[in-house]
């Protein structure tokens, strides 16, 4: 089946520690995506990528860190530098990249539940 | 700056109809996307405008005015499991291909 997953489903950090959470997408997807939510709201971009090896800052990458070096793959690392990380991550993917992505949908994965001690 | 207003929650009985309307603001606008998201899961996709009008894909409609920087979506025959968080969402404008989201409507459905 293809799809998109992500590990771990919930993840416990201690303060000042760094965590990667993984993001595997088998839909052959040139756009990969890195979003926040935080209860009772909409969804922030974190990082995305169109191609492999480049990515770009989404509206709230301060804090975070990401690496594109398989197209199938898009890990995201919390760093210490995160003020406030606790929330859910959610990773997706669209088949085209860039302007020409007018209507492409974006699939997304289960999430991951990161909660700070 | 891009942004979407949506009503916070909405509730309904079973079998009724409800409507969750987005108005939005863009530079550039590429079409006008919808996502379902039950609770602890992930969004999926359920609709797309990119030009005004209806759009009907079985119990759900989406429906967009491009003048009037405003879209809902229309929800028929609700059911329990339709109990769920709905999202607006507008393509990001230049080249990125990314969505901006807005916060969201909590749909209930009750008995």
């Known amino acids: 089946d293809g799809g998109i997953t992500q590990s771990p489903k919930y993840l416990f950090r201690k303060e000042g520690q760094n965590v990667t959470l993984s993001c595997e997408q088998n839909?052959?997807?040139?756009?990969m995506y890195w979003y926040r939510q935080d209860p009772g709201q909409g969804l922030r971009l974190i990082y995305y990528s169109q191609i492999v090896n480049d990515f770009q800052k989404g509206d709230i990458a301060e804090g975070y860190s990401v690496s594109r070096e398989k197209k199938e793959s898009f890990p995201l690392t919390v760093t210490s530098a995160q003020k406030n990380p606790t929330a859910f991550y959610l990773c997706?993917?669209?088949?085209?990249?860039?302007?020409?992505?007018?209507?492409?949908?974006?699939?997304f994965g289960p999430g991951t539940r990161l909660t700070v001690l | 700056g891009q942004s979407l207003e949506q009503p916070p929650e909405v509730t309904a009985v079973e079998g009724a109809i409800v409507q969750i309307n987005c108005t939005y603001q863009t530079s550039g606008f590429y079409g006008l996307s919808w996502y379902q998201q039950h609770d602890g899961g992930a969004p999926t996709f359920l609709s797309y405008?990119?030009?005004?009008g209806l759009e009907e894909t079985g119990r759900f409609s989406s429906f967009l005015s491009r003048s009037d920087s405003y879209g809902y979506l229309l929800l028929q025959e609700l059911q329990m499991k339709d109990s769920a968080s709905y999202f607006c969402?507008?393509?990001?404008?230049?080249?990125?291909?990314?969505?901006?989201f807005g916060k969201g409507t909590k749909l209930s459905v009750k008995p």
């Open positions: 405008n990119a030009l005004d």
């Open positions: 839909l052959n997807h040139d756009a």
């Open positions: 997706a993917s669209s088949r085209l990249a860039g302007v020409k992505s007018f209507s492409d949908t974006q699939y």
């Open positions: 969402a507008v393509k990001g404008g230049g080249s990125q291909g990314n969505l901006i």
